[in-house]
């Protein structure tokens, strides 16, 4: 089976390197955004599971001894993508070209997506009971099934009805997936996770990379629509430490993305592509196919997204990839695709396209949101009563990049943080292509953006509904506004590049004082595969100023007009 994916990339090196690699951007990114021939790498590697086994059903993995107390921590904190290395270098805001096209502007009408279900999900006191310790940032995500939704949180997760928003199980500590499995899965509750929701297959799949020695992926495939029931257990390598793991579902495989370290000099992007249909059957010998990108040493490539399907679109040639957009200072007027050309029959086929900035999609130029910041470049965002400014991770895409047919035409959307005349805003894209098989001619329909009014919206995921409707969340902060979770968007019909005014989710009432100013690495707008309108949103707030005190919603989100 052959597939293809699209990603976005960064990388964590030493100033030192950051420098020299910013050099040799200089001097050989640019030549190569501007080929025409996407450059190929064709080093794939095949794996077999180190390890595989099938779970007892979630539901009798409750807490069986209380949690031992440990000490507070903020998780993976070193390892930073390069531009965050960049603390307290002078870097100059570009201008902007007054001929490019650029966001809309016009007056915001009223969003017309009304709030459904709206609740709290898992925070830092339901980790700590259950893993021993308050850990910041929680990397909120969650995934809606048909009757169910997850949410995971780093450390800990929760399963939900669907309906009412009631707790059905947890919260659990995240490695109760490998309860009983042995070896790092079950020992390991490292972070940096992601559930699935598997649409066409109605499935969940949870997973979480082991972050010491020896690194693997750990995976779960749930056998049933049941996020309490059984699952199949699978352990694949990683060729060293798999930070920023990021995850794209299709109907016939899995795709995943890390950005590579070890030792701290060597940086690289291992793309991977999981043979879905053998591990929905529980198949022992199901494979891993990956190739190691190290952007032919130019540290280019790097932070990718892959596409997750938001419709069940059938056997495709391709799947998409997009990343890599810090490395030009103090941006770019590019987003770079790739493509995962992944043959399980025979891995020797396989390729990833694109490498080192060969296929760019022209957008409107963006100053990335960056700036003096106290611990890394990237600490913009004001907040009440502290001197403590949030970190936008505004050096790379957001996680989803999400993907949509539509009766042929591909639909392709994503986010992330830019600076404007005042503060920092959440800018969005929807890309197109037309037909299966033209993904390597991906082009920009129409961008957006969060208003310019010296108030700061960052930590944003955007997603389509069947209609055409996009729904985007976002936190929104200010020097007198306590960080609180919002939402906008555009109904379909809207002008081109219009976001319509935003309106309240859960309002913040509380400030996150130092935990080096990590404020989460994403969050997790989610589409309901069973009527493809109702979307899920879900990120953080403080109900109360702190360190560690950071607490989660889930609300539901849907236009009048998606039936």
């Known amino acids: 089976m052959i597939k293809v994916f699209r990603f976005l990339a960064i990388c964590t090196i030493s100033i030192a390197a950051v420098l020299s690699a910013l050099f ?31 779970s007892r059903p979630l539901a009798q993995l409750l807490r069986e001894a209380p949690a031992q107390q440990q000490a507070d921590r903020v998780k993976h904190a070193p390892m930073q993508p390069k531009l965050q290395k960049l603390k307290g270098a002078q870097l100059k805001q570009g201008g902007v070209g007054a001929n490019a096209l650029q966001p809309s502007i016009a007056p915001r009408s009223a969003i017309s997506a009304t709030i459904g279900l709206s609740f709290e999900g898992v925070s830092v006191f339901d980790c700590r009971s259950v893993v021993g310790y308050r850990v910041a940032p929680p990397d909120t995500n969650a995934a809606v099934g048909d009757t169910q939704v997850v949410q995971w949180v780093n450390v800990c997760y929760s399963v939900y009805d669907k309906s009412t928003g ?14 009983g499995f042995g ?41 049933t629509s049941d996020a309490t029931g059984s699952y199949y257990r699978y352990a694949f390598p990683q060729p060293g430490f798999p930070d920023y793991p990021k995850w794209g579902l299709t109907r016939s495989a899995y795709y995943q993305t890390q950005n590579i370290f070890d030792p701290v000099l060597v940086f690289g992007v291992n793309v991977c592509g ?12 199901a494979s891993q196919v990956c190739i190691f990108d190290n952007s032919n040493g130019t540290y280019f490539d790097d932070s990718m ?12 040639e391709s799947e998409v990839l997009m990343g890599a957009i810090d490395n030009f200072l103090p941006g770019d007027k590019h987003v770079y695709e790739y493509l995962f050309d992944v043959n399980f029959g025979n891995p020797a086929k396989s390729t990833l396209a694109g490498v080192d900035g060969s296929m760019p999609i022209s957008v409107p130029p963006f100053d990335l949101a960056i700036c003096p910041g106290q611990y890394t470049a990237t600490d913009c965002v004001k907040q009440p009563g502290t001197i403590y400014q949030l970190d936008t991770l505004g050096d ?45 001619k991906l082009s920009l329909y129409q961008t957006g953006e969060t208003p310019d009014d010296g108030v700061y919206r960052w930590m944003g995921s955007v997603a389509m509904d069947k209609m055409g409707d996009i729904a985007i969340g976002y936190s929104r902060s200010s020097a007198t506004d306590y960080p609180s979770i919002y939402y906008s968007g555009q109904t379909a019909g809207d002008p081109l590049g219009t976001t319509e005014a935003e309106a309240l989710i859960k309002q913040g009432s509380g400030s996150q004082t130092d935990t080096v100013d990590r404020w989460g690495d994403y969050s997790s707008m989610a589409l309901d595969g069973n009527d493809s309108c109702t979307f899920w949103y879900t990120t953080e707030y403080y109900p109360v100023t702190g360190r560690f005190s950071w607490a989660t919603w889930l609300a539901s989100l849907k236009f009048p007009n998606c039936r």
């Open 24 to 54: 040799l951007v200089a001097l050989s990114g640019l030549p190569a955004a501007a080929q025409q021939t996407p450059q190929v790498l064709s080093n794939a590697v095949s794996k077999a599971p180190i390890q595989f086994d099938v």
């Open 166 to 179: 009631g707790v059905i199980a947890g919260p659990f500590a995240g490695n109760a997936f490998w309860k």
């Open 183 to 223: 070896g790092p899965c079950e020992t390991s509750n490292d972070g940096d996770i992601i559930i699935q929701w598997d649409k066409s297959n109605h499935r969940w799949l949870a997973s979480q990379n082991v972050f010491s020695p020896p690194y693997m992926t750990c995976i779960a495939v749930s056998q």
């Open 274 to 285: 999981y043979d879905a249909q053998a591990m929905l059957k529980g198949s022992s010998n």
């Open 305 to 316: 997204l892959p596409a997750d399907d938001d419709s069940d679109q059938g056997p495709a």
């Open 396 to 440: 790379r895409l957001m996680y989803r990049l999400a993907h949509l047919n539509e009766n042929g035409t591909q639909h392709f959307l994503v986010a992330h943080s830019v600076n404007n005349t005042t503060a920092v805003a959440t800018r969005w894209y929807e890309f197109r292509s037309q037909g299966l098989g033209n993904v390597n």
